[in-house]
């Protein structure tokens, strides 16, 4: 037996009420939606490491029939054994065929063949070493023992492409002494001397050393954001400097711009 609970009557409930509709709010949108749209798309392509798939699209003139893709026998050849005409005896001569007989000639075989064997260059054997205790041999003229290499005409010369690089690096000399020349020339450019790179020099160490000692004095433990970028900063500062500092030690001959 089930018992269906109902709420008490009340007078109340025949009062007619006014539907409350509950009204969302609206969807949070971020403003900066559109910016991080932009700079996500920035490094993204589409088959942009690889490029596009390299594949042969179906023509629709070839489409595909039936029983196309079913393997198929090779085409039926006439067998034929492969000594039948290498190895075939000849024919056995007519009855009529008579031999050519009481031919004779006037050479003197024994006297040609001991002239022949007299003037013949003998037959040198072909050079080779054994380099295993079992006799194991080698040809003698890939193994590097002969004196091949030193035995040419071109043997100990500067390579020919050596000698067109050496020209084509004098002639870059060459041209870029006269691009400075003519700048000197109009005023556009000047060479520092040996006193003013010393100067630059010296000063561009004291700014290393003070930013050396700055960065000393700074906290072992980077555990806020500005000590973090404070420390990049003399850092990249103090490269900077020692790239600088490197490319004037390098070389004795520098030109600035003359403004």
Known sequence: MST?????????NLIPREEVKIEKPPRYMSKFRAQVKHEKMLNKATNKTMGPV????PSPEKYLL??????KLPEKQPFSYLDDETFKKPQIPAKADNPLMGIHTKKD?????AFENIMAVP????PIYADTKTGDKQLLENSGLLPKYIKKKDFGKTPEYLQHRTE???RAQDEYDSFVKEHMRQG??????????????QGLKMNWGELHHQYQGLSVVTDTTPKKYRKERLELEMKQLERDIDLIERYKTIYIANN
């Open 168 to 170: 084509e690096v004098r």
């Open 109 to 113: 075989f024994v006297k040609t063949n």
């Open 123 to 126: 037959k040198k054997p072909q």
């Open 54 to 57: 390299k594949v042969d699209f």
């Open 4 to 12: 269906t609970m109902y709420p008490a009557e009340s007078i109340y």
């Open 188 to 201: 556009t450019m000047k060479q520092l001397s040996e006193d003013e790179q010393n100067n630059i020099l």
């Open 66 to 71: 039936k029983h196309s893709k079913e393997p």
